[in-house]
């Protein structure tokens, strides 16, 4: 655990070796597999009233020094719900898939994600083509040439996104935004599902303006746009910091190459292309074990409670190449410090002043 990521020694082993993605799959135990409905529903069950809970402290606190804390409870409650709606998608928590689906949609509403437009980008997409460039979109690099070529806000918005106070905007604008909000997915039910997110977004809203606003002296619209953001805004803003946080110290790090399509191999992308971290009890109590993320990506079908297990069957067999740290903040720090642009052809992450200049 904790230990630093070779890639040019892990690389050559894995050539040598010629692993599959096959392979890798069956090192996984069958019993990590299994996902009877009982336990899929009492961890909904228990993340929707621990969210219930949270909210509710947060829509009557009045005295300011509460709120740092609950929306920190508040943000880490959307998370949770949205690792259930996650592995719902997935197929890992439930077999029934109407029972998946219903479950699945009704855990993703607190983080405004529309169950099958998400299935498209994260699924078939994300999942498919991991830390592949011109096919993974999320946290997808730029190189030195495509960064000059950029126009002064162009510049300006990737300087923000890569910078450690960017993880947020990036979620939010690039992913939810654009991939979830303005674009509507080529899936059965996509447009239905943002009709239904967009629907819930503007009714929250529009109770928590107008209870927010009632005084003896009349309606304070002042008071209203407050509660809004306090119970809805701030913790929307602090989940999409979690999740672009998430995403990135899974998927970029200095000594994770993203490859060409000519280079790159499913076996690849899911072996090197993510990193397990052991977070804090207090952390993973809401996070659901899905920083345990390379099993996940071998095999989306392992519901999160298994994912332990999954990565010690990974590890009896392919010990030399997998990767555990404990330390996901700090390699976030290190990380958006030296990897802004990245070059395809030298396989290496650079800082902007040291990226190479094209011949």
């Known amino acids: 655990m904790g230990k630093p990521i070779n890639h040019a020694t892990t690389a050559l082993r894995f050539s040598e070796r010629r692993l599959t993605w096959k392979s890798i799959r069956d090192s996984i135990p069958v019993e990590a597999y299994e996902n009877p409905t009982l336990p899929g529903l009492l961890y909904f069950a228990r993340d929707l009233l621990c969210f219930g809970i949270v909210f509710t402290l947060l829509y009557r606190a009045e005295s300011w020094y509460w709120l740092p804390v609950l929306w920190l409870l508040a943000a880490l409650s959307i998370s949770s719900l949205f690792v259930i709606g996650h592995d719902a998608a997935h197929g890992a928590l439930f077999k029934n898939k109407r029972l998946a689906y219903w479950i699945g949609q009704l855990a993703m509403l607190p983080s405004l994600h529309a169950y099958n437009q998400w299935c498209y980008g994260h699924n078939r997409v994300h999942h498919g083509h991991t830390i592949k460039l011109q096919g993974d979109f999320v946290w997808h690099p730029v190189s030195p040439e495509e960064y000059r070529k950029k126009n002064w806000f162009g510049r300006m918005l990737h ?125 993973n109590f809401f996070l659901h074990d899905i920083y345990i993320h390379m099993p996940h990506h071998v095999q989306v079908r392992i519901p999160f409670y298994n994912l332990k297990k999954a990565l010690a069957g990974i590890k009896s067999v392919y010990g030399d190449f997998v990767i555990e740290r404990a330390t996901p903040f700090r390699d976030y720090l290190r990380s958006t410090r030296a990897c802004k642009l990245f070059d395809s052809r030298t396989g290496r992450w650079y800082r902007y002043a040291d990226a190479p200049v094209a011949a």
């Not at 002296?217 to 929307?236: E, H, Q, R, S, Y």
């Open 159 to 283: 300087r923000l996104y890569w910078s450690p106070v960017g993880a947020g905007p990036y979620y939010l604008l690039e992913i939810w935004l654009k991939g979830m909000l303005l674009y509507t997915a080529p899936q059965k039910g996509a447009l239905r599902d943002k009709l239904l997110v967009i629907g819930f977004a503007l009714s929250v809203s529009a109770v928590l303006i107008y209870t927010g606003g009632q005084s003896p002296a009349g309606f304070d619209i002042a008071a209203g746009l407050w509660m809004w953001a306090k119970v809805f805004l701030v913790p929307f803003i602090g989940w999409n910091y979690t999740m672009g946080f998430t995403v990135y110290v899974h998927h970029i790090n200095a000594n994770i190459p993203w490859k060409e399509r000519s280079d790159w191999s499913p076996a690849y992308g899911q072996l090197f292309g993510t990193v397990n971290y052991h977070i804090p009890a207090v952390f």
